[in-house]
């Protein structure tokens, strides 16, 4: 039988962005709902601190605005945002991407295309491809990460490399902690900034 949906509480409200950061470091929900364009602080500076902060790890951001275009969304990426939706997206549609980000996939709009995070990789900063380095980093692991690159999801990449769910699983925890990476679109991120895959390689494995 399948295994019910957790359910969603609201734990708290914040009007600007400094207020989403002391909340989100007051109460510490499993995902907050950013908008970008806020008083005081953004949503995409207001992320990258609840995101690179020691009290906050284990956030999640999921992004909601009615900009899409190109350069928020590669700013909400580097933030550490593990999701970017715009504000037009059905409400049934809003709850299963928290549940997705939650659960530490990465999620983008479906007017959000791949082309993004393949112009996104070809204009890398230099710290973010300084820290990239895939030393360590298992043939198998590399291969891993090359697939979540492509956007295969882990039953995708199970069935690629004909091993269980649960291997999958490990894998992603091993490249999650040996490239110091959040949550999937972090690893995202890192396959593109290491040359595993380019634009061109996008859907390839499907």
């Known amino acids: 039988m399948p295994q019910p949906r957790r359910r ?10 400094l207020q989403a950061v002391e909340r989100a470091t007051e109460l510490r929900p499993d995902v907050v ?8 602080l953004d949503g995409i500076e207001a992320t990258r601190r609840i995101c690179g902060a020691p009290a906050t790890v284990g956030v999640k951001v999921l992004i909601l605005t009615t900009y899409d275009l190109d350069a928020y969304v590669f700013s909400v990426l580097r933030a550490g945002a593990g999701g ?10 809003l709850l299963s991407a928290i549940r997705v ?16 995070i393949g112009e996104f990789a070809r204009q890398p900063d230099p710290r973010q491809r300084s820290a990239r380095s895939l030393s360590g980093i298992t043939a198998r692991e590399r291969e891993v990460l090359k697939l ?12 690629h490399l004909i091993v ?4 999958v699983k490990t894998h992603i925890g091993q490249l999650l902690a040996k490239l110091h990476a959040r949550d999937r679109a972090q690893l ?3 396959a593109y900034e290491s040359d595993l895959v380019t634009v061109r390689d996008r859907g390839r494995g499907r």
């Open 84 to 93: 970017f939706l715009l504000k037009d997206t059905p409400a049934g549609d």
């Open 8 to 17: 969603i509480r609201v734990f708290g409200e914040a009007g600007d962005g």
């Open 188 to 190: 995202v991120i890192a």
């Open 148 to 159: 979540i690159g492509q956007g295969l999801s882990n039953t995708e990449i199970a069935e």
């Open 101 to 116: 980000v939650a659960g530490g996939e990465a999620l983008l709009a479906p007017s959000v295309t791949r082309r993004l």
């Open 164 to 167: 269980s769910m649960a291997t």
């Open 33 to 40: 709902l950013m908008d970008i364009r806020m008083p005081e």
